[in-house]
């Protein structure tokens, strides 16, 4: 790739230019954190226990409204109704009325919190490793008064993970149990959602044995639902649908001067326009959709597409340092880099699958999850584990790629002086080029680790009854994060677009038709030689450049 | 079913009516608790009129929110059998008196620290029940509150649904507490001690119900990653708050009336009595008039006495029958009773037993 345009480039305009990306960087973090509210909200439903002799798997429980359930209100009173656990329907209405569900809430993830109590008496222990069964409708309707739909029924078993933590003072105290994954629909089309639990004691077929009678004194059942919040996704969206045309003419701008440079193009420029294309296609504000039609996939889809991003950008870097290795091995074919771009497609790849499980059987069944059961946690952590080691493997490799750069720049340096001028100023544009991507890159990679742990951070220490902060952090890290990466692709596309000047590429100095071409070997000031010699050279080489500037 | 429910009412409370005086006006309410059964499919229906001791501003708050009233109901009923579980083996071990408009008798007409107590665990067992309702979706008037979480153009007029779609609802326990504050401790008569006290009291009940709340928290982000994380409040069982509330009466703060004047006329403040200990927080409960023994049947402190109290011969704290007694000794009987054992539980309401026979001796104050 002969002279880009970051060479070419006066201080005064690269300042100009940094700086304006800097103020949309500024403007997408804001906007996340002061217009929209919190990414998602979660809302804890007590279920209401509805009873039903006649264990009816066609009829709905609804825990309000004029065909409200006959209902209990605690065991105490059941237990001298004769009421027995079969007959028990424990049942939530999403969301609470006056409310209703909307399709700009995308998703909605459904969560089960047991509270069972602790008792001294015989039989009410709540004995490890218990698994609960249970049997679960889910519902939906769009009018108020209309007859809820089935959207699926299931008999599903969760594992107990629970914990007494109080040594005295038991009764009437709760296990401390972990909240059960329950379901994940990937859209949320419909305006009311029932949900109808069931704990039935029945026979196992495979083993024989009761279900449920080793659960303890089940009190409460609490469903929470967890969705994205409206508001989220009409900033999410309108941040989507700003970027998604300014990088799309970006890119096709870069494009077409790679076309009119009059040779083929390189490895790199090819590179640079799949990332680019890559986070259009990211940026296509396609949830639009939801708003119209029912797109349970749509999360899957959100998750390829971000999967697809990460792993071009990988390949991006690996590419782009290998191409700037400067050793004397031509390279410029995407075959030298072959081991490395697999093991991050494998690593995509184990990531896809495991996706495609969860999410995939999840369009058909809401309730699946492959953490649910042994073998499938066992599948998923080897997926995970698979693509963790073959994400380290690139790791470690781009970090002595890196080195190897540097060992190499620091190598040219002290040869520079001796070199004809062409040849330096080539090595010189390979070395400011290099330098000028590595901190622009690290520098993204920082901010975006530190706005996640921020956002962590100044998020965990809520505390109830506060008022909530009128800042969100979480959900400025998104937009600023997802801001930073779209400003990140610009800039790469912008400043390595092929420059039309000549004057810094191999061109041998004949062309000095830029007069205020300026080789600013200040910008990578983090780098600035120590070497008294190299500094020398440097200088040397910018008043020789300078010379040819004025002549 | 309804009328009878109504005769029984009007039977229990009909003395009130007559009698809804200037005597002390927090407290009455209270009667809502032993009122309140829930069965089968009575229905609690208890106007707000005739709550004895609610006035003005208190009264029309009720009216408005006349609906809750059956939650409020049972949030008084959860603190009546809450303060008697943890005081069940005291000398003054929360009795109910029936037809006592005060609920407790005279015994809560004092500063004592029963009173602090009993202030304390009603407002937590109103803010629960209240809350646990909203959680459930009983009433529409709590599902979204008010609070404005979306563009800020137009922070008063609000639309539940416009809040609700935008960026969610505030939980249900901050709806809960604010309600419990404006129908039990309205914003009136701020001079006198008892007043104070009350208040003080009050607010120290929901402190301990917002201090318990615990927070759970789901990560969902990519392959169920912590990247994104959602987390919401839990409350802790009301046996928890009723543990925290007695811890908060053993170590209650006693305070001093100090009567200043003001441009208003007299005021009445409390200041700690002692200076050598740590003031009260808004967490602790605070007293001001020392407490009886409880020893003896004395009408005019409304102490019921100890006789024929059961006792636990074995202990040397206050259930014991040194203390329980006041030393005037105890008697023991000897009992046969057939109790449940080896029983074979079902997770909600079937337990099937043996039956075994068991001796063994009750000791009963003398």
Not at chain 1, 252 to 276: C, D, H, M, N, Y
Not at chain 1, 411 to 424: G, I
Not at chain 1, 484 to 491: D, E, K, P, R, S
Not at chain 2, 227 to 240: D, I, T
Request: charged content about 20%; hydrophobic content about 40%; aromatic content about 12%.
């Amino acid at each position: 790739m002969a002279g880009a345009i970051l060479e070419n480039l006066s201080t005064k305009k690269l300042s100009f230019f940094c700086l304006c990306l800097l103020l949309v960087q500024i403007a997408c973090f804001l906007v996340g954190g002061l217009v929209a509210p919190a990414p998602s909200s979660a809302h804890n439903i007590l279920t209401t226990k509805c009873i039903d002799p006649s264990f009816s798997l066609q009829k709905w429980f609804q825990p309000h409204g004029p065909h409200a359930c006959d209902k209990v209100r605690d065991f105490d009173e059941a237990t001298k109704r004769g009421i027995f656990a079969d007959w028990i329907v424990f049942s939530a209405q999403v969301p609470h009325r006056p409310n209703t569900m909307h399709r700009s809430f995308q998703y909605m993830l459904g969560v089960l919190v047991m509270d069972i109590g602790y008792s001294d008496e015989d039989g009410k222990h709540l004995a490890p490793n218990a698994a609960v069964t249970l049997v679960v409708r889910l519902g939906y309707k769009d009018t108020d008064d209309g007859e809820f739909q089935e959207l699926v029924s299931v008999n599903e078993t969760r594992k107990l993970e629970c914990v007494f933590p109080f040594t005295e003072d038991k009764v009437g105290y709760h296990y401390s149990c972990e909240p059960l994954p329950l379901f994940e629909l990937g859209s949320v089309h419909h305006k009311h959602y029932l949900i109808n639990i069931r704990m039935p004691i029945t026979k196992d077929k495979a083993t024989g044995a009761l279900t449920n009678t080793n659960i303890g004194s089940p009190e409460d059942l609490h469903v929470v639902i967890i969705h994205q919040n409206g508001g989220f996704t009409t900033v999410w969206m309108s941040i989507k649908t700003i970027m998604f045309p300014i990088v799309l003419l970006i890119t096709i701008w870069f494009w077409r001067r790679v076309k009119t440079q009059g040779k083929p193009s390189v490895l790199l420029e090819r590179t640079i326009f799949a990332l680019a294309i890559i986070m259009s296609i990211l940026n296509f504000p396609m949830e639009w959709l939801t708003f119209w039609v029912e797109v349970p996939f749509m999360t899957l889809l959100s998750d390829i597409k971000q999967g697809a991003f990460y792993a071009m950008l990988f390949s991006f870097w690996i590419i782009f340092i290998g191409e700037h290795l400067m050793d004397q091995t031509q390279r410029n074919r995407l075959k030298v880099y072959r081991r490395q771009v697999a093991s991050i497609i494998f690593t995509f790849f184990c990531l896809f699958i495991f996706d495609v499980c969860e999410r995939g059987v999840q369009l058909v069944n809401p309730f699946f999850s492959m953490w649910n059961t042994d073998k499938g946690y066992r599948l998923a952590m080897a997926f995970i584990i698979l693509a963790g080691i073959c994400l380290c493997s690139y790791c470690l490799f781009l970090l002595f790629m890196v080195y190897q750069v540097f060992k190499n720049i620091s190598m040219r340096r002290a040869t520079l002086p001796h070199m004809a001028k062409a040849r330096r100023l080539h090595y010189e544009g390979l070395i400011y080029r290099f330098r000028f991507f590595m901190i622009f890159t690290v520098l993204t990679a920082i901010f975006t680790v530190i706005f996640f742990i921020m956002s962590q951070v100044l998020e965990g220490h809520q505390k109830a009854g506060e008022s909530i902060s009128s800042v969100q952090y979480t959900s400025g890290f998104y937009t600023g994060v997802y801001g930073m990466w779209n400003i990140y692709v610009v800039a790469v596309l912008v400043l390595y677009a092929p420059s039309h000047k000549k004057t810094a590429s191999t061109s041998n100095g004949e062309g000095s038709e830029g007069s205020h071409v300026e080789f600013d070997i200040d910008v990578p000031s983090e780098g600035r030689p120590t070497d008294p010699v190299v500094a020398g050279s440097l200088t040397e080489a910018y008043q020789l450049l300078s010379k040819t500037a004025t002549e | 079913m309804e009328l009878k429910v109504w005769m029984s009412l009007c039977l229990i409370f009909g003395s009130f009516a007559m009698r809804i005086g200037h005597v002390y006006a927090s407290g009455m309410w209270w009667t809502l608790g032993t009122a309140y059964t829930f069965a089968e499919d009575q229905i609690f229906d208890y106007p707000c009129r005739r709550i004895p001791g609610f006035q003005n501003r208190q009264l029309r708050y009720c009216e408005q929110n006349e609906e809750f009233v059956p939650t409020v109901a049972e949030g008084a009923k959860q603190g009546i059998d809450e303060c008697q579980f943890q005081f069940r083996g005291r000398r003054w071990n929360c009795t109910t008196i029936e037809g006592d408009e005060s609920v407790f008798g005279k015994i809560l007409q004092f500063g004592s620290r029963e009173k602090a107590f009993v202030n304390s665990i009603f407002s937590a067992g109103v803010a629960h029940s209240i809350s646990r309702a909203c959680s459930r979706g009983d009433y529409i008037g709590c599902s979204c509150d008010t609070r404005h979480q979306g563009p800020a153009d137009n922070p008063h007029h609000i639309i539940p649904n416009a809040t609700w779609r935008w960026g969610g609802c505030s939980e249900d326990v901050e709806f809960g507490l604010e309600f419990s504050r404006k129908f039990i401790s309205p914003k009136e008569h701020w001079t006198r001690a008892r007043v104070i006290m009350d208040r003080h009291n009050d607010e120290a009940g929901r402190k301990a119900v917002a201090d318990s709340l615990e927070l759970k928290c789901k990560c969902h982000g990519i392959s169920g990653s912590c990247e994104l994380k959602s987390c919401w409040w839990q409350m802790v069982p009301f046996r928890r708050l009723g543990a925290k509330l007695k811890d908060k009466y053993d170590s209650a703060a006693e305070m001093r009336v100090v009567r200043q004047s003001d441009p208003r006329g007299r005021v009445e403040v409390l200041e700690p009595k002692s200076l050598l200990y740590k003031p009260p927080t808004k967490a602790d409960l605070i007293y001001y008039d020392p407490s009886p023994d409880y020893c003896r049947l004395d009408p005019e402190l409304g102490s019921l006495g100890t006789v024929g109290r059961t006792c636990n011969r074995t202990s040397d704290a206050i259930d014991g029958c040194q203390l329980m007694c006041c030393g005037r000794g105890y008697n023991t009987i000897r009992r046969q009773v057939v109790e449940r054992c080896n029983c074979q539980f079902v997770w909600c309401c079937k337990v099937v037993c043996d039956e075994c026979v068991r001796n063994y001796e009750v000791h009963t104050c003398k």
